[in-house]
């Protein structure tokens, strides 16, 4: 499980920097806490629960929602829901 972690941890950072949010931003519109976000960034969290990966897609989608199903798909493969 380690290797998901890393794998999710360096992908949740890439695509948080990509979208432009901070820890702040990304927890408040997902609604989940920056210190988890930060754990999580850290490899220090297994990667979350399925709810709480949309709950991250919809807040870094900006409300389209193309672009949301495919962030959520992305996430669940890094999480290791979902084949590569």
Known sequence: ME???QKFAEYLKRIR???KKTLVQLA???GTSNSYLSQLENSKRN???PELLRNIA???SNSDENEE???YQEHLKKAGYLPD
């Open 17 to 19: 920097l990509e979208k």
């Open 3 to 5: 290797d998901n972690n």
């Open 28 to 30: 408040d519109a997902s």
């Open 58 to 60: 919809k807040a870094l």
């Open 69 to 71: 199903h495919a962030l």
């Open 47 to 49: 990667p979350p629960k």
